[in-house]
C-alpha cells in the first residue's frame, strides 16, 4: 500500500511568493495532520482535520498560513505570502484513531520548503 | 512551558549498551504516549507506543511510563549503530483531546561501533 504521499519534496521560492504544499493521505485513514519542523521548534503541529473537517487550527501561526481538505484523498496547505522564517520541513501525516489508547501517525516524506 | 519536553542531547553510548531515553509532559490528563524514531532526513517512524504505567517491551526496546510523575522513557537494549537517530517523544492532550498530538523537540543518539 502507498504511504501518505506529499509533494513538492523540495521547494525553492522568493520572499512574497504563493506556496502550496500537497497532501494525499494513506486511503481509509479519517484523520489528517499538517506539522511544522524546525531545528529550534522541533515538530508543531499545525492543524488537524477529521474526516475533511477542520478541527483544530490553533497551531496555524499566521493568516498567512491555510490548510484545505476538500476530500478524503487531498489536502493543501497554502502559504501567502511566504517569508524566510516559513523555511521548514512541513510534514503531513495520517491516521485511523478510535479513541485514547489509539494513535498511530504515519507520516509523508515530508516538503523542505527554503525561502529566500 | 512546552507540552512534551525532552533533552536535546546528543547522547552518546557505545555499541551494546544500553541506551536510555527521557521526556516529562505537561498534561496529566493525557492518555496515550509514544516514542518515533526519525533519521536524519527522513520522517518519523512509530516504534512504540505505551497507555498505561508501568513497562512495554518489544524486542530491543522498552517504554515505561510513570503517570503520577508525568514521565516517559525509552530503553534501548544492546543498541547498534543503525539505531543513531533522533528519538522524538510524543503524548496526547487527554480523553477529549486524543486526536491531537504533542512532540517533544527529540533526543539524538549516537552509538559509536
Known amino acids: 500500500d502507498a504511504g501518505v504521499i506529499q509533494s513538492p519534496r523540495h521547494e525553492v521560492t522568493e520572499m512574497g511568493q504563493e506556496v502550496t504544499l500537497r497532501c494525499k493521505p494513506i486511503?481509509?485513514?479519517?484523520?489528517l495532520f499538517w506539522y511544522r519542523q524546525t531545528m529550534m521548534r522541533g515538530l508543531e503541529l499545525l492543524i488537524y482535520?477529521?474526516?475533511?473537517?477542520?478541527?483544530?487550527d490553533s497551531g496555524m501561526p499566521e493568516d498567512r498560513f491555510s490548510a484545505k481538505m476538500p476530500n478524503a484523498s487531498f489536502s493543501t496547505l497554502k502559504i501567502q505570502p511566504s517569508e524566510p522564517r516559513d523555511s521548514a520541513v512541513y510534514f503531513c501525516?495520517?491516521?485511523?484513531?478510535?479513541?485514547?489508547?489509539?494513535?498511530?501517525?504515519?507520516f509523508g516524506e515530508g516538503s523542505r520548503l527554503t525561502v529566500l | 512551558q512546552k507540552e512534551v519536553e525532552q533533552n536535546s542531547g546528543p547522547l552518546s553510548v557505545p555499541e551494546g549498551a544500553i541506551a536510555s531515553l527521557n521526556c516529562t509532559y505537561s498534561d496529566r490528563g493525557s492518555q496515550s504516549f509514544f516514542w518515533y524514531r526519525q533519521y536524519s532526513g527522513k520522517s518519523p517512524e512509530l516504534i512504540m507506543s505505551i497507555y498505561s504505567n508501568g513497562d512495554k517491551e518489544d524486542g530491543r526496546f522498552t517504554a515505561q511510563l510513570n503517570k503520577a510523575s508525568q514521565y516517559v522513557s525509552l530503553l534501548i537494549r544492546d543498541s547498534q549503530p543503525s539505531d543513531s537517530a533522533t528519538y522524538l517523544c510524543a503524548v496526547n492532550l487527554g480523553v477529549y483531546n486524543f486526536n491531537k498530538f504533542y512532540f517533544g523537540s527529540g533526543t539524538k543518539l549516537n552509538v559509536k561501533p
Open positions: 501525516a495520517s491516521s485511523f484513531l478510535r479513541g485514547p489508547n489509539t494513535g498511530e501517525l504515519f
Open positions: 486511503s481509509g485513514h479519517d484523520y
Open positions: 482535520f477529521n474526516n475533511n473537517v477542520p478541527i483544530d
